[in-house]
């Protein structure tokens, strides 16, 4: 059975930082990019992170860049999102997604395979 389970959200401040983990199992890990979405309310999904581990590339959205890190350990088939300088923009349910392939840049919701269930990041003025 695939699943992708992330953890780590919460309520921080503005300026603050929280880790976005999304644990894989069920699929060879290596062979998919593993995608951050987030969906604020009344706003369209936005894709705002990708890695692929196998093929050494990642992708940042122009809102994120410099302040998200994305980042894997293979061995725990677990991507994380390193998130600083948050700012109450930043407010959303955060997703993850796998995709077959090693492409990251601009890559659709609808070319990934998997999701989880969402974590909730909620950032205070």
């Known amino acids: 059975e695939v699943q992708l389970v992330e953890s780590g959200g919460g309520l921080v401040q503005a300026g603050g930082s929280l880790r976005l983990s999304c644990a894989a199992s069920?699929?060879?890990?290596?062979?998919?990019?593993i995608g951050w979405f987030r969906q604020a309310p009344g706003k369209e999904r936005e894709g705002v992170s990708c890695?692929?581990?196998?093929?050494?590339?990642?992708y940042y959205a122009d809102s994120v860049k410099g302040r998200f890190t994305i980042s894997s350990d293979n061995a725990k088939n677990t991507v994380y999102l390193q998130m600083n300088s948050l700012k109450p923009e930043d407010t959303a349910v955060y997703y993850c997604?796998?995709?077959?392939?090693?492409?990251?840049?601009?890559?659709?919701?609808?070319?990934?395979?998997?999701w989880g269930q969402g974590t909730q990041v909620t950032v205070s003025s």
């Open positions: 997604a796998a995709g077959v392939g090693g492409s990251v840049v601009d890559r659709p919701y609808d070319d990934y395979d998997y």
């Open positions: 890695l692929s581990s196998s093929h050494g590339r990642t």
């Open positions: 069920g699929f060879t890990f290596e062979d998919y990019a």
